[in-house]
């Protein structure tokens, strides 16, 4: 069974520009997640969703964060314009049954 | 006070020894409890996965949850070097947000 699939595994941005992160889930989960982990901490919900809807965006700074999962699939992460304290790895879950949640192996975005 | 506490560690111990981890959490609401075991520069990967109070077993692998004392454990026998990782719990209260402790980072010493 493929996992979770993510790109790109790096990236390195100025401050003040754009940047933008895909996640494919395991075929058939229906809930999705963003996370943000920061080094030496463990990972922060950004955002669940759930099929096509969101669940939880509760700790989204949504003045410079956006994601979308269009059909309920794949799903895009956006930051823009970044900040110096976003520089962290943006992990991409998904789960099919209750809470269990498989990772993907994460984006680990640089702000310079 | 966060939701899921955890020890950072790091944990240093010789091969072969029972390694004991612990979480403890604050919201009552949380019946589902995991642990994830991350490798340097990998994304977690679901270790063990119980449902309420109770212990579950795999292999090597002891989950433990005392919901009483909000209080969730991993043990891990015969410790090897491979296990050497950040080992993450995290709690759920259902079709919720998934609440990830700091990580405690373990080292197995051959």
């Known amino acids: 069974e493929a996992g979770v699939a993510q790109s790109p595994r790096y990236k390195i941005i100025e401050k003040r520009q754009s940047v933008a992160f895909w996640c494919n889930p395991i075929?058939?989960?229906?809930?999705l997640y963003w996370y943000q982990q920061i080094l030496g901490q463990g990972p922060k919900l950004l955002i669940q969703f759930q099929n096509n809807g969101v669940v939880d965006d509760s700790q989204l700074p949504k003045d410079r964060f956006s994601a979308e999962r269009l059909k309920g699939v794949d799903s895009t992460l956006k930051i823009q314009p970044a900040k110096l304290e976003d520089s962290a790895v943006y992990l991409c879950?998904?789960?099919?049954?209750?809470?269990?949640?498989?990772f993907g192996q994460g984006t680990r975005l640089t702000v310079v | 006070q966060k939701e899921v506490e955890q020890d950072p560690g790091p944990l240093s111990v010789p091969e072969g020894a029972i390694v004991s981890l612990n979480c403890t959490y604050s919201n009552s609401a949380f019946q589902y409890f995991m642990w994830y075991r991350q490798y340097s520069r990998k994304g977690p990967e679901l270790l063990m996965y119980?449902?309420?109070?109770g212990n579950k077993e795999d292999g090597r692998f002891t989950a433990q949850v005392d919901k009483s004392s909000k209080y969730i454990s991993l043990f891990i026998r015969d410790s090897q070097p491979s296990d050497s990782a950040t080992y993450l719990c995290a709690s759920s209260g259902g079709y919720q947000k998934v609440t990830f402790g700091t990580g405690t980072k373990l080292q197995v010493i051959p």
């Open positions: 075929s058939g989960h229906a809930t």
């Open positions: 119980t449902y309420s109070s």
């Open positions: 879950a998904s789960g099919g049954a209750y809470t269990e949640a498989f």
